[in-house]
């Protein structure tokens, strides 16, 4: 029903926008040196409301007009204002070429501030090229002309840029040169949001739609302004602003998964998942029978898979004499898709003569079937009280349903119940489970900029945010049975029913504000002088709620109880109490971090130098409830850091840079990971250590740059790094399907890596490719079990060389391109490929798990059918590329998604 809503608001709007005058402005708007069209410019009447940007094509076409003669004016970041008078009559339609020239950055600009009115975004070339640190922008019009639906998918196309997922979960997190997500950063327009997810600092990049953002910005390098805690690198979502001019725009497209082609989606009675424990409806001294638990959930059902839709709009205008201006952006997406999963447990093998290799204990067969409803708001609003002061106001809004059922057929390999005596015998479980997880991310951030006068700049903000999980009723049900060595089988027994109920949630706090002074130093330099702080207060409660349920013995044999079905299932509640009161997992916890800065930036004709110092001091502890005896119950730590750091650009001609970069940056342990307790993930499960320490790397770069044209570009560069303390995850076991990881300092590592862009285009085809090579190495103790001659093992430590986790050695990103301004066509196939990752650490010396190589190839294309609108069709995975994990040559596990796609269509005034 609130599709249907859904749809009709968006039609009802799409029909009051397309009502339209026969009096027209159209035409294109072009470089005047390259004769190549320009995206993105805002084509204007003066005193007037008609008002468009130029699509992907360069073309622009204004309606509505009365009769009259008008100014037209044309503006575009980088080039000088065009404007010229024109005669619009009845029944005519005029077309007009706009041709700009570059203008370059006036002495005036550079030595005060200008006005505080944010113009349209120039190209992310532009971007790239002005900016103060060395970044990559992968700009909306790139998203939308890629095969992607979400942040995720499309920041794999930035170079050095990789990303880390989950086994059967979409959730997805950046991996920048190398390194794993906790070494970067993940902002919300410039400031840090919380994530919702008991196991991780930031929010899953897969639940923002990429129809939300104006840009991503990943910075490579740090300034003193910036914070501090990013060794890798910082990923910001830039959200859309409110527009010069009424905009409105539409998507929708709908796509499928072609791994139901094969099998069925599997399901569950969503609504027998209970939102509240039996304690929280009873109260603690409640003893349960079976009764209060819910059976539906666990009565797992097959059907086809509903078709993947998409919906989005984006309105936005200004009002009050163009002093109050707005957007509201809202993306909702309803996926559906599966994993086919090989899943191995690995163990020492202790048999004689085996030299305790790894060896596989168990095979499990497992499939995903899951249902992701993503559902993102963002609103802005801002006032300028004049051309020097202007406040905003900013909220984002994210909501994530996720319903996902496994079902696992798990056998044993080695021992097991009963035995195992040859191929095809022993015992075999079946483990399946049903998930639902609700998650919600707000994001409300206060801001503001003043220019005193033409020297000083005063900018703030307040950001107050919030996110919460809740994964009510995980319910698991483990059944087993015995293959006889005749091959006959003993009936299906219950073995074991668990029920979670888990809550997290994470709140942050944020003030911050800027002092700026800008002033000449005669001609054709300058300097510019800022200082700053911020204060954020952070904190985190996690709450867990066990229930075992045992199944009762056989009122006729006394023995094992033969499972027939959920409904029939016969069990006791092994701990009546649950673990409400008990359970280890159950902690609040905080981080408090004060930090300030003093920077400069010194413009010397061509050379342009921006440094200074940061520094942030950071408290964190935690209390578990209750006291847990058998671990460390609470803890509070304190550390100052000092962060140095100097960029360095000197621009070689006005299309050319030369950079070189040092900054010194740290890495903060996650909450949770302090917590000596586990956190249950679909997965992992990770146990802290209150004894962890946080990273800190010393961070050189040096980057050559070239821009030819508006869409062409050739970067080359190398990094270096030194990281003291590195976090890495060890194994500490793999249980009933499970792994069980700990956070653990393994002494000081080194990355270097050289990077290489290139995207041009030859008339109507083009290229788009980048190359990132990582080298990282370090020293870790591992245990190395040896046997002599008389069969006696010894064990001894030994040191091994090794990469770091998450390091991938080779990335490639390749994109052929087609664009037919004519036909107002674009297509691109976009291919990527990744070399082997270390995935896990292994205790034992020589083995740990690797991510096999992968390569992706998918295809995207849209096709402008008139000036409103454009269709689209995506496929994603054309080569049904698999996850595939190894230990030594054995598959630990192996994830099949196939191939995906979507057709749609945009509408936009």
Same mark, same amino acid.
């Given at each position: 029903m609130n599709n249907k809503i859904y749809l009709a608001l968006i039609f009802i709007f799409a029909g009051f926008a397309s009502f339209a005058q026969n009096r027209v402005l159209k035409g294109q708007v072009i470089d005047g040196k390259t004769k190549?069209?320009?995206?993105?410019?805002?084509?204007?009447?003066?005193?007037?409301?008609?008002?468009?940007?130029?699509?992907?094509?360069?073309?622009?076409?204004?309606?509505?007009?009365?009769?009259?003669?008008?100014?037209?004016?044309? =503006?575009?970041?980088?080039? =000088?204002?065009?404007?010229?008078?024109?005669?619009?009559t009845e029944n005519k339609a005029i077309n007009l070429t706009v041709t700009l020239e570059e203008k370059a950055e006036s002495l005036q600009n550079v030595k005060v501030y200008g006005k505080a009115i944010i113009e349209s975004e120039a190209s992310s070339r532009r971007t790239e090229k002005n900016a103060n640190n060395i970044m990559n922008v992968l700009a909306?019009?790139?998203?939308? *002309?890629?095969?992607?639906?979400?942040?995720?998918?499309?920041?794999?196309?930035?170079?050095a840029v990789t990303l880390q997922r989950n086994s059967g979960s979409d959730e997805a997190f950046a991996i920048i040169r190398g390194l794993e997500p906790r070494y970067?950063?993940?902002?919300?327009?410039?400031?840090?949001?919380?994530?919702?997810?008991?196991?991780?600092?930031?929010?899953?990049?897969?639940?923002?739609?990429?129809?939300?953002?104006?840009?991503?910005?990943?910075?490579?390098?740090?300034?003193?302004?910036?914070?501090?805690?990013?060794?890798?690198?910082?990923?910001?979502?830039?959200? =859309?602003?409110?527009?010069?001019?009424?905009?409105?725009?539409?998507?929708?497209?709908?796509?499928?998964?072609?791994?139901?082609?094969? *099998?069925?989606?599997?399901?569950?009675?969503?609504?027998?998942?209970?939102?509240?424990?039996?304690?929280?409806?009873?109260?603690p001294d409640y003893k349960p029978g079976q009764g209060n638990f819910s059976r539906a959930n666990l009565d797992f059902t097959q059907k086809n898979a509903p078709v993947t839709s998409l919906l989005g709009f984006t309105y936005g205008r200004r009002l009050l004499k163009n002093k109050l201006g707005f957007i509201i952006s809202d993306s909702y997406q309803n996926q559906y898709y599966g994993t086919n999963s090989e899943f191995n447990i690995a163990q020492l093998d202790t048999r004689p003569g085996k030299n305790y290799q790894p060896v596989i204990s168990d095979v499990a067969n497992r499939t995903y079937s899951t249902q992701q409803l993503n559902n993102g708001l963002s609103t802005h609003l801002d006032y300028k009280f004049n051309d020097n002061n202007k406040i905003s106001l900013d909220n984002i809004f994210l909501y994530t349903h996720l319903a996902q059922t496994r079902l696992s057929i798990d056998t044993s390999i080695l021992g097991g119940n009963g035995g195992r005596t040859g191929p095809g015998t022993g015992a075999v479980f079946n483990d399946n489970r049903s998930y639902i997880q609700n998650q919600y991310v707000e994001n409300l951030k206060l801001s503001g900029k003043h220019i005193l006068s033409n020297h000083f700049l005063f900018d703030w903000a307040g950001i107050y945010s919030n996110s919460t999980q809740n994964a009510p009723d995980r319910a698991d049900i483990s059944l087993n049975h015995l293959i006889n060595p005749d091959f006959t089988s003993t009936p299906n027994y219950l073995y074991n029913v668990s029920r979670i109920w888990q809550k997290s949630s994470n709140k942050d706090l944020t003030a911050l504000a800027n002092l700026g002074y800008k002033s000449g130093l005669g001609k054709n330099n300058s300097i510019e002088l800022k200082a700053g702080g911020l204060y954020r207060q952070s904190n985190r409660f996690n709450n867990q709620n066990e229930y075992t349920l045992k199944p009762t013995p056989d009122n006729l044999t006394g023995g094992k109880t033969v499972f027939t079905d959920i409904y029939a299932a016969d069990w006791v509640v092994y701990n009546v109490t649950g673990t409400s009161t008990s359970d280890k997992a159950n902690y609040t916890a905080y981080e408090n971090i004060t930090a300030g800065y003093g920077e400069f930036k010194l413009t010397l004709n061509k050379l342009d130098?921006?440094?200074?110092?940061?520094?942030?001091?950071?408290?964190?502890?935690?209390?578990?409830?209750?006291?847990?005896?058998?671990?460390?119950?609470?803890?509070?730590?304190?550390?100052?850091?000092?962060?140095?750091?100097?960029?360095?650009?000197?621009?070689?001609?006005?299309?050319?840079?030369?950079?070189?970069?040092?900054?010194?940056?740290?890495? *903060?342990?996650?909450?949770?990971?302090?917590?000596?307790?586990?956190?249950?993930?679909?997965?992992t499960d990770i146990t802290g250590n209150p004894e962890v320490k946080h990273t800190v790397a010393d961070n050189y770069d040096i980057r050559y740059e070239l821009y030819p044209k508006n869409e062409e570009q050739f970067f080359i560069g190398g990094f270096y790094k030194n990281i003291t303390n590195p976090i890495e995850f060890a194994l500490n076991s793999l249980d009933g399907g499970q792994a069980n990881t700990s956070p653990q300092n393994f002494g000081t590592a080194t990355v270097t890596g050289a990077e290489v862009v290139y995207s041009r285009f030859f008339g109507m085809l083009g290229v788009s490719a980048n190359y990132t090579y990582t080298y990282s190495n370090i020293n870790t103790t591992k245990i190395f079990t040896s046997t002599d001659a008389n069969g006696v093992s010894t064990s001894v430590p030994k040191l091994q060389s090794r990469p770091m986790q998450g390091q991938t050695a080779n990335v490639v990103n390749l994109s052929l391109l087609y664009k037919n301004d004519k036909r107002k066509a674009f297509v691109q196939l976009a291919y990527t490929y990744t070399s082997k990752t270390l995935a896990l650490v292994y205790p034992n010396y020589g083995f740990d798990y690797y991510q096999q190589p992968q390569s992706f190839l998918s295809l995207s294309g849209q096709k402008q059918i008139d000036k409103h609108f454009v269709f689209t069709a995506k496929v994603n995975n054309l080569f049904n590329t698999a996850t595939t994990i190894k230990i030594g040559s054995l598959v630990q596990s192996r994830d099949v998604y196939n191939l995906g796609f979507n057709l749609g269509f945009r509408y936009s005034l």
């Open positions: 190549e069209p320009l995206a993105g410019a805002y084509v204007y009447f003066a005193d007037q409301k008609g008002a468009a940007l130029t699509d992907a094509f360069g073309q622009y076409s204004i309606s509505k007009m009365p009769s009259g003669t008008y100014e037209v004016k044309v =503006k575009y970041v980088g080039y =000088k204002e065009f404007k010229k008078l024109i005669d619009l909306a019009q790139a998203m939308e *002309r890629s095969p992607d639906i979400n942040a995720a998918s499309a920041l794999q196309r930035v170079s970067n950063n993940t902002l919300i327009n410039g400031v840090k949001v919380t994530s919702p997810d008991p196991a991780s600092r930031f929010v899953s990049l897969s639940i923002i739609p990429s129809d939300l953002l104006d840009r991503i910005e990943v910075s490579k390098t740090l300034t003193p302004q910036m914070e501090g805690d990013a060794i890798g690198g910082t990923v910001n979502l830039i959200f =859309k602003d409110a527009p010069e001019f009424e905009y409105f725009k539409v998507n929708a497209s709908a796509g499928y998964s072609t791994i139901f082609f094969n *099998r069925k989606f599997d399901d569950f009675s969503h609504g027998a998942v209970q939102s509240k424990s039996v304690s929280e409806r009873f109260g130098a921006v440094g200074g110092v940061r520094v942030e001091g950071t408290e964190q502890g935690y209390d578990t409830h209750p006291v847990v005896l058998d671990v460390k119950s609470n803890a509070k730590k304190t550390y100052t850091d000092v962060l140095p750091s100097l960029q360095l650009k000197y621009k070689l001609t006005d299309k050319s840079n030369i950079r070189a970069s040092y900054f010194k940056s740290i890495s *903060r342990p996650a909450l949770y990971e302090l917590v000596p307790t586990p956190t249950f993930g679909q997965s």
